[in-house]
């Protein structure tokens, strides 16, 4: 649970502007200049804090396992 101090240092992502006409790298320099900690900022006031397990699998077969379930019904 984060302090009220802590949740005072969040940046809503609601208020990330990125320019799209420019190249990737230069975007998500950006996006992490403006939300500060890509980890942990707000969505419409709620807090997401992202965290990942070192032992999970990655994303692509997340992706695909998900994808691939939805298709099945």
């Known amino acids: 649970m ?4 802590e949740r005072g ?3 809503d992502i609601n208020t990330v502007h990125i320019d799209p006409a ?3 790298a230069e975007r998500a320099a950006q ?3 403006q ?4 980890y942990c900022f ?3 006031g709620a807090v997401v804090c992202l ?7 990655d994303l692509k077969t997340h992706l695909k396992n998900y994808f691939i379930s939805c298709k099945q019904g």
Not at 2 to 5: I, N
Not at 35 to 38: H, S
Not at 51 to 57: A, I, Q, R
């Open 2 to 5: 984060l302090t009220e101090e």
């Open 9 to 11: 240092l969040l940046v």
């Open 22 to 24: 420019l190249p990737p």
């Open 31 to 33: 996006y992490i200049e």
């Open 35 to 38: 939300i500060k900690n890509p």
């Open 42 to 44: 707000l969505c419409n």
């Open 51 to 57: 965290k990942f397990n070192p032992e999970g699998g």
